[in-house]
Structures are given as C-alpha cells and as structure tokens.
C-alpha cells in the first residue's frame, strides 16, 4: 500500500504468525464462548455462525487495536542507537508490517512524527482488511436463497439505510444475518437518506427489471422495500442514542418514518400510484444489538407504537423448541399486524428469528452488552462503496458526492473523532473512496477526480486539523463492476503509493 517493501502475506492471518498480541485472548475465548453458546443459547441460535463471526471481529478489531500500543512502545526507542531496526522489528512481529523507513529515518533529527506514523498504520491495516475481504470473502453467505426467499415474500429489493453511527455499520450482516451483497445498504447521519439518491436506484432497477427481467421480471408481482434502521442505547438512553436526532428515540423514529413517506410520495408523484414501494421501519439498541420492527398494515401505514421487540421473543421462545419459537413469532406478527400481507409477515418473521442469533452473540463473546456502549470507531469512511465494512464500530460513514452536500454528515464524524482521537493528540483518518463501474468508459478517471476534490475540499473545511497534522487522508477507488481489490491512489502521509493495476 503506502510501502514499497510487500510482504507474502496480505490477509489478516498475519495475526495468527506476525502479530501475537492479535491472537492470545482470541482462539480460546472462541472455543470456551461456542461451549458456553451451545449449552446456553437460543432455539434457533446458529452457535457455529457466532463464533465463525466472532473470530473475524476479533482478528479485524484486534488488528487496528494494536496500532496505539505497539506505537508506544516504538515511540519509547527512538533516541536509542539501533531505533530502525529495532522499530521495524517490532512493527513486523506486533502488527504484520514495516513502517515508512523515511518517517523512522528523521527521528534522531526531531521527534518522531508519531501523528503522520499513526494514521500510516491505520491506512495500512485498512489496505489488508480490504485485501482479505475482496480475495477470500470471509463473511460469505448464500446470495441466491435470499434472493429466491425474498421474491417468494412478493419483493425484488431490500434497500436499508442505517445511520451513519458506526455502531450500526454491521446492521446487515451481523445484525439481521443477511448476505450484504443481495442487500442495498447506504448509511447516513440520522438515517435521513438522500431521497433523491433513492429514487434514482429505484429507476435503475426498475430498468433493469425491464430490459433484463432481474432481479424478477417486469410484469412479476413483486415490489420495492424501502427500509431505515434507526438506533438507542438501552444502556444510557439519554446520551449513547443517535446524535443527530439528540439522543430522543422518539424522534429518530419519527424522522426515519417521515423519510420513508417522502420517499414514497416522490416515487407516486413521479411515476403514478402503480409503481408504489413497501416501506419498513426498524430500531436497533446498539447496546445489545436486539433489534424491534414497527409493523405496517395492510395499506403500508406504519403506527410507531405498533411493534414487535426481538428482545421480548428471546426471553419467550429461549425454552421452546424450534419449531414452536418460530410459530410464537409468526403469532406475534398475526396477533399485531393488522391486515398485513402474508410475503412481509414472512420477511419480518426471517428478520426477527435471524437476530436472536445475534442477541446470543453479544450474550455470549460481549457479556449481554458491548462494553463500547458509544462511539468507538477506527476511521471515518468518506464517498461511496465500503461494502467490505461489516463490523460494529470500526468506521463511521460519510457517504457523498461532494463535501459540500454531506458536510452535516462529516462534521459529525469529525466531531466523533475530536472526543476519540484529537483530544488524545492523535489525528482524524478519514478514507477517501469512490466505487465505480469499469465498464463505463472513463469511469476510473472520474473517480480519481472525486478523491481528489473530496480531499482538497476536506483540508478546506477542516484546515485548522490538518494544517496541525490532526487530519489524514487516504485516497482509495475499486471497481465494483468486478471482483477487484481497493486500488490506491494517494494519502496526506506522503508515503510511497503503490497503485493495485489489475
């Protein structure tokens, strides 16, 4: 990535041979948890999917986790007379990398530019994470029965907007247990989506349906579900619940049922009443990771106060057998849902049964409750793509065309990052990063632009961090047309770029 020197290994096994302090406290607390999970867990808790789960977040969060201390320790040398090789060695064994032989070279001169050495290792871990995730899918799942179940429920699309919070970033695959790759995810501060972004993708798909009959057909009876996942903390309501609707879940609801209307009205208004969608509404305790489904009724209307908690089935069904904790939640559907369409009973029913599993996950690896009840990210993640960031905490989204347009999303973020990282002297790294399709003619060259107007117009907004070395940037493009990796294409560290060609 940032350095010339490549090494064999790219993937995040380097934690199970290049990074010790990756590994002890991970393999055997997998193992003891799974025993825990399949004496004490759920009915239709899948253990052997926690654990598969659990590992992949240790080894990711474990990786960005070593970066503070092993600097430290780095830190603590660089006066002495063999400083370099000692760094290095240190940084090969601690975090599976070399550091930038030019920012260790000037240390004997001055300080240690441990703010430009900082956001490196985090830009570095980043490029390997991407690198494991695009080469050999580790969260993979079958995206051809979610496909054939959700058609079969009368719907051709899930489009999910979360908010932005990184505490909602594994909504998809963790969460409500679904392949990410047969589900549209865009997150944004709020969960207040770009109704004129949506409508856009509606239209394509549509089009699609119509020159090419996928995902169904035209004429087939299927339609668009519009979703928002808005979020609380159970824990500490008041101050841990979405900050862009000022911690009132109340008000967060509200919000995402009245974007959600919006949304159908302009697809009405633009396109007749024929071509209505199905909307659904769904909050999240970020706490525990229970998820609750505001149930519409048999026109569509969804009553805030009308809702089904997967809390409460857990605490229900946890001493049945399979078979009658999957029957308890199809009656609590038909018991509260008015007239509701037996495909988005069905749906609703996968949902809620599919996020006991994760109620157990957290029970069992996190203690009932993430210990990281707030905020807790590694970087912000600016511009459009990341569906490689599927774990709880790890980024805060920015998703944007222009600085401009999202600056409310951004500063957000960067506010997030004063009170996790500038406060304690270390910078904001953001990744800059614009998916495209490489069958577009000029698409890359175009992506490329954006970064590069993303970041100058970041430096712009936020000059006074990053004149101070309290802001970083990564300059990332993929075509997502294509199973190719992240391609580099520069960083503020000003490191050596090596660009992935493919």
Known sequence: ????????????????????????????????????????????TDSQENARLFDYEQRVKSAFDSIVPTLKRISALQHEADFESRAQAMAREQLGFELPEAILADAWVTQLDMRRLFSWCVFETYHRFCDEFFSSDPLSQPQTDFQRFLIECGFHTLDISPCADGRLAHVIRYVLRLPYRAVRRKSYAGALFDIEDSLSKWTETELQRFREGKPS????????????????????????????????????????????????????????????????????????????????????????DNRV??????????????????????????????????????????????????????????????????????????????????????????????VEEAAADLDVGVKIFSRLNVAHG???????????????????????????????ALRSRY????????????????????SHRIEMIGSSVNGPVTQERH
């Not at 614009?434 to 100058?456: E, T």
């Not at 006074?464 to 993929?478: I, P």
Request: aromatic share 6%; net charge negative; with cysteine.
């Open 217 to 304: 057909t035209a004429d087939a009876p299927t339609r668009y579900l519009k979703a928002v996942a808005y979020h609380f903390s159970s824990t500490d309501p008041d101050n841990e619940g979405c900050a862009a609707h000022a911690s009132d879940v109340r008000r967060a609801a509200q919000a995402g049922l009245q974007r959600l209307q919006a949304f159908q009205q302009a697809v009405q208004n633009s396109f007749c009443c024929g071509a209505s969608i199905d909307l659904l509404l769904i909050g999240l305790d970020t706490d525990s990771d229970a998820i609750c489904v505001h149930l519409p009724d048999g026109d569509g209307n969804i009553d805030l």
């Open 426 to 456: 270390l910078p904001v790294p953001v990744v800059v990063r614009y998916d495209y399709h490489g069958q577009v003619p000029g698409a890359r060259d175009r992506a490329i632009q954006h970064c590069r107007r993303v970041d100058s």
């Open 463 to 482: 000059a006074d961090l990053a004149e101070r070395g309290l802001l970083h940037t990564l300059l990332v493009v993929r075509d997502c047309s294509a």
């Open 309 to 402: 908690d997967a809390g409460d089935i857990y605490d229900a069904t946890r001493a049945l057998s399979p078979q009658r904790a999957e029957q308890h939640i199809a009656d609590q559907i038909r018991q509260r849902g008015i007239d509701l369409p037996e495909g988005m009973a069905r749906l609703i029913a996968r949902l809620l049964s599919n996020n006991l599993s994760q109620i157990d996950y957290v029970r069992h690896y996190h203690g009932a409750r993430y210990q990281d009840i707030g905020h807790a990210e590694r970087f912000i993640g600016a511009g459009i793509g990341f569906e490689e960031v599927q774990l709880r905490n790890l980024t805060y989204f920015a998703y944007l065309r222009t």
């Open 1 to 44: 990535m940032l350095n010339t020197r490549r090494h064999q290994n790219r993937s995040l096994c380097w934690s199970q041979t290049a990074a010790p302090v990756a590994c002890p406290g991970v393999a055997d607390p997998v193992r003891a948890a799974t025993r825990r999970a399949d004496a004490d867990r759920h009915p239709l």
